[in-house]
């Protein structure tokens, strides 16, 4: 049975509004244009059981396009189902009543979402199931907001308080009996990472030098990649390619290393890594060793730049041969993104190979935590990466990365399709939004609740 602490937390209210914004340039991956987006924000109010009162906040943006693609829903059926499930969620939310961790709320609660999820399915007539990985989008805000609202209510960064002093589970409750004895806490440092390494996100329609811009946007951010690498001292890229391409891909990669080592020439940089996104489009991994045998051959620099590979091939993991990973990871790391929705696509990504997994806030932060915690029992690869987060999000995802164990950079995008989202929140944080030298500056996040 569950041990009852002074700190547990029942919910007092619950509300949730949207923020919009356009793209200064449009984003491509996996096939498809992104050109706005809509941010979930949920408010929280709780109340320990020592009678302690907090407002917390979590804010996500609705990446449907990402969770919930579909060659047969356009863009606003699937944005609108899952404006719909948060209206869903807001009374489940509301009715806990009753005390206790957020991590044990926050799983108590996913099952119901699943529940809902598939209720908007039905009730708006959807030819194609709203996914698990769109429903943990959708619920990702309120984990945040209940987790932030826990540790405003008791004056603590929520990373601090997940020991035996708060939350008597271990991970053999949460996750099962192989990992008994073993606690979330485990995986996290005591304190942030004084900075993480930056990467910066090459779509496949961005500009990589002057020549490439036809119509400039000129709102005074960089326009190019060679611009960006000179004003932030650039050192991590995350190179989106079209995984059925294999000339494409591995020109735009040498034509990606090409531009920012002349940059770094000028600049005096000497590092220089690249995370390559196929967003799944690549048909199996004969595909992804070939992108690697042929970039060898003609740039074996940008080859040896390569720090690791996302998801190459579909989200959906079988035991097909060709969802192996194993030839492709003794090359180098390779990590699921899309698949991982829980222990068993994170167990099962194990045995076919892959070599550890991307965190994402935007699943959820109860759900970040577990699989952190699990992975790093594992021994498993781990990176952090966003979903375009801006603002209060990116805070959120730039916590995650900064306290798991392990974990050197963080990716964020925002800042380069969005700048206007955070223009308050980098005023106010202005080390953390402000990228020098490849880095950002992560050493503040040690404020209450999520260090809003």
């Known amino acids: 049975m569950p041990v009852s602490f002074s700190t547990d937390i029942r919910v007092v209210d619950v509300r949730i509004d949207y923020e ?18 809509a941010v979930l924000n949920a408010h929280i109010r709780v109340e320990t059981r020592s009678g302690q009162v ?19 829903l356009g863009f606003d059926d699937t944005m609108e189902a899952m404006k ?31 529940d809902l999820a598939e209720s908007v399915t039905a009730d708006r007539g959807l030819v194609e199931a709203m996914p698990k990985l769109c429903a943990l989008v959708v619920a990702s805000p309120f984990d945040a907001a209940l987790h932030d609202a826990f540790g405003k209510a008791i004056g603590l960064p929520s990373w601090q308080a997940l020991g035996p002093d708060f ?19 485990g995986c996290l440092r005591d304190a942030p990472a004084e900075s993480l390494g930056l990467y910066h996100l090459v779509g496949a329609l961005d500009p990589l030098t002057a020549d490439d811009v036809a119509t400039p946007i000129g709102d005074g951010h960089p326009e190019t990649l060679m611009d960006w690498v000179r004003q932030d001292g650039l050192t991590h890229l995350k190179i989106k390619l ?7 891909d591995v020109d735009r990669v040498a034509s990606i290393h090409s531009a920012a080592t002349e940059v770094h ?10 995370s390559l996104d196929f967003n799944e489009r690549c048909e199996n991994v004969d595909y992804l060793i070939g992108v690697f045998d042929r970039l060898r051959e003609v740039n074996p620099d940008a080859f040896d730049a390569i720090h690791y590979v996302e998801q190459p091939t579909s989200r959906h993991l079988s035991r097909d041969g060709d969802q192996d990973m194993h030839r492709a990871a003794e090359i180098r790391p390779v990590v ?52 375009t987060c801006p603002g209060r999000s990116f805070i959120h995802s730039a916590g995650l990365a900064a306290r798991v164990k392990g974990i050197e950079t963080i990716e964020g995008n925002a800042r380069q399709f969005i700048p206007q989202a955070s223009v308050e929140w980098a005023a106010n944080m202005p080390e953390l939004f402000r990228v020098q030298n490849g880095r950002i500056d992560t050493s503040g996040l040690t404020g209450a609740g999520l260090s809003y």
């Open 20 to 37: 919009h914004y356009p793209f200064r340039s449009p984003l491509k991956f996996g096939g498809a244009i992104v050109d706005n987006m």
């Open 54 to 72: 907090a407002d917390g906040v979590g804010a996500m943006p609705l990446g449907n396009v990402w969770s919930f693609p579909s060659a047969q």
């Open 84 to 114: 719909d499930l948060a209206e869903r969620i807001v009374p489940v939310v509301a009715g806990l009543v009753d005390y206790d961790h957020p991590v044990r709320h926050a799983l108590g609660f996913e099952q119901p979402i699943l």
């Open 167 to 185: 939350l008597s589970d271990d991970l053999g409750v949460l996750l099962g009996d192989a990992f008994a004895g073993r606690r979330i806490e």
């Open 242 to 248: 079209n995984g059925d391409d294999l000339a494409w």
């Open 265 to 274: 020439e000028k600049i005096g940089v000497h590092e220089l890594a690249y």
């Open 336 to 387: 699921i993104d899309e698949s991982l929705v829980d222990l068993e696509t994170l167990l099962l990504a194990r045995d076919l190979g892959y070599s550890g997994a991307a965190l994402k806030t935007c699943k959820g932060h109860t759900h970040a935590l577990l699989m952190a915690a699990a992975a790093h029992d594992l021994g498993l690869f781990l990176c952090v990466q966003d979903l």
